[in-house]
């Protein structure tokens, strides 16, 4: 069982930043992807961004290309999403998930059914 702790939300104005963290404790050998998720409140929970934990792979939402980066810190078993030019509409509650299925493929990777542990949440909002 892998453990995930969220950090790092808050406000901010529209074209800010703001870095997201997620701490995974437990059974982290296992770890073979990590991936950050958004769900609004009465919407279903969406892709965002994810990365292998042992190769270069990572995956993005097309929205947020150019404007996110997704990294990871092996040593510290933490994952980071670094997000730039902050719009409105990316405005709700980011979750971080970890996976310990294999990576075949990036679909693989914006699929919600294939992280197995989820962490609590941590309130983004953007104000225009």
């Known amino acids: 069982q892998v453990q995930l702790v969220e950090s790092g939300g808050g406000l901010v104005q529209a074209g800010d930043s703001l870095s997201l963290s997620c701490a995974a404790s437990?059974?982290?050998?296992?770890?073979?992807?990590m991936a950050w998720f958004r769900q609004a409140t009465g919407k279903e929970r969406e892709f965002v961004a994810a990365?292998?934990?042992?190769?270069?792979?990572?995956d993005y939402k097309d929205s947020v290309k150019g404007r996110f980066t997704i990294s990871r810190d092996n040593g510290k078993n933490t994952v980071y999403l670094q997000m730039n030019s902050l719009k409105p509409e990316d405005a709700t509650v980011y979750y971080c998930?970890?996976?310990?299925?294999?990576?075949?493929?990036?679909?693989?990777?914006?699929?919600?059914?294939?992280?197995?542990?989820w962490g609590q949440g941590t309130q983004v909002s953007v104000s225009s």
């Open positions: 998930a970890a996976s310990t299925w294999p990576v075949i493929s990036a679909t693989y990777l914006e699929d919600a059914s294939y992280y197995a542990s």
């Open positions: 437990g059974r982290t050998f296992n770890i073979n992807a």
């Open positions: 990365i292998s934990w042992t190769t270069d792979t990572t």
